[in-house]
T-cell receptor
Framework: DGGITQSPKYLFRKEGQNVTLSCEQN?????MYWYRQDPGQGLRLIYY???????QKGDIAEGYSVSREKKESFPLTVTSAQKNPTAFYLC????????????FGQGTRLTVV | KQEVTQIPAALSVPEGENLVLNCSFT??????LQWFRQDPGKGLTSLLL?????REQTSGRLNASLDKSSGRSTLYIAASQPGDSATYLC??????????FGQGTELSVKP
């Protein structure tokens, strides 16, 4: 069935390590997004991609990196430069990057140990 | 810069009540506004998408209204049920294409 799949659901990282969060969609959507959610706060945009091989920084891109080599995949790497990476990460997609409905995955909870 | 405020931050009601959740935004130059539901520890589920040219959008017991010029949207939930308990988020879609989120309204419906 169609949808957005994020993996893993839970991820633990040691300080100083890079980790990669997976986001895959089979909806044939052009646009994909990564958001971060902290307790008591709204979602904040990290990176977005309007089309394959192109992506833009969101509001809190420092310490993160992305790639968009395939239409269906938009992995997010949390680097050791991200000072406070413990959070809930959400991936979203929509048909095109402007005025269409956005759909979200089930999220990945990242904890630094 | 778009700022989104949702009032109230939390709401607890008995089952069967009709509810109104409020969303206000500072930049009225939007394409549309989307309402989402989030259950604890889960992703967001899209409830309604209301285009800037529309005044209302309905889905089942949910009705969303949009007053773009005044920067306001409301989500009306009729005959609330315990299964409606969740956090509700609104997100105006700016002309830059970004969804900007409020902090949400945490709803609890008691049986």
């Amino acid at each position: 069935d169609g949808g957005i799949t994020q993996s893993p659901k839970y991820l633990f990282r040691k300080e100083g390590q890079n980790v990669t969060l997976s986001c895959e969609q089979n909806l044939n959507h052009d646009a994909m997004y990564w958001y971060r959610q902290d307790p008591g706060q709204g979602l904040r945009l990290i990176y977005y991609s309007q089309i394959v091989n192109d992506f833009q920084k969101g509001d809190i891109a420092e310490g993160y990196s992305v790639s968009r080599e395939k239409k269906e995949s938009f992995p997010l790497t949390v680097t050791s430069a991200q000072k406070n990476p413990t959070a809930f990460y959400l991936c979203a997609s929509r048909i095109e990057h402007v005025n269409t409905e956005a759909f979200f995955g089930q999220g990945t909870r990242l904890t630094v140990v | 810069k778009q700022e989104v405020t949702q009032i109230p931050a939390a709401l607890s009601v008995p089952e069967g009540e009709n509810l109104v959740l409020n969303c206000s935004f500072t930049d009225s130059a939007i394409y549309n506004l989307q309402w989402f539901r989030q259950d604890p520890g889960k992703g967001l589920t899209s409830l309604l998408l209301i285009q800037s040219s529309q005044r209302e959008q309905t889905s089942g017991r949910l009705n969303a209204s949009l007053d773009k010029s005044s920067g306001r949207s409301t989500l009306y939930i009729a005959a609330s049920q315990p299964g409606d308990s969740a956090t509700y988020l609104c997100a105006p879609n700016n002309q830059g294409g970004k969804l900007i989120f409020g902090q949400g309204t945490e709803l609890s419906v008691k049986p």
